[in-house]
């Protein structure tokens, strides 16, 4: 049991240090426009569930999302392939992804 909890923290530190972050970004796309897009998409996905009752967005609100953002034309993008200037900014919740664009 140890020695999976090690490998845990080994993968997790790794994953927090080396850049595992992914982010919602489509080239030409503004910083304010990426995060309008985002919550419009969450927004969307809350009238479809029972976010009140469940606490927050799970697994089919995720997958809406998901699609929501794809269809808008937004690509997940891990952090190292982001360039260099464009404005970051993380999801506070762990796995959730963060959006990216260009400074307003």
Known sequence: MRLVLAGLVVLLSTCLLGGCAK??????????QCRKDLVSCQTEASR????????????YESKFVHECM?????????E??????????????FGIPGVAGTID
Request: aromatic share 14%; charged share 25%.
């Open 23 to 32: 982010y919602w970004y489509q080239e030409g796309k503004s910083f304010t």
């Open 48 to 59: 479809y569930s029972d976010v009140e009752r469940t606490g927050g967005l799970g697994r």
């Open 70 to 78: 794809n269809a808008k034309g937004y690509e997940l993008v891990p």
């Open 80 to 93: 190292g392939t982001l360039p260099v200037r464009v404005k970051r900014e993380s999801s506070p919740v």
